[in-house]
């Protein structure tokens, strides 16, 4: 995961609104949601909340 590149998404953030987070973060809690059987956006913000394997 390290070793992936990045950069395109850093140059689709703008600069209004609050600070985006680090597509590097994102990338990996969506593929562990996945990996564990959670696929959908909203489920894995309820686990991000919940479940302390997404801490």
Do not use: V
Request: proline fraction near 7%.
């Amino acid at each position: 995961m390290n070793e992936l590149s990045m950069y395109h998404f850093y140059d689709l953030h703008s600069c209004i609104g609050r600070p985006p987070y680090p597509p590097r973060i994102l990338s990996r809690i969506t593929l562990f949601g996945h990996m564990i059987g959670i696929t959908g956006g909203r489920a894995i913000e309820q686990a991000c909340l919940y479940d302390l394997r997404f801490k």
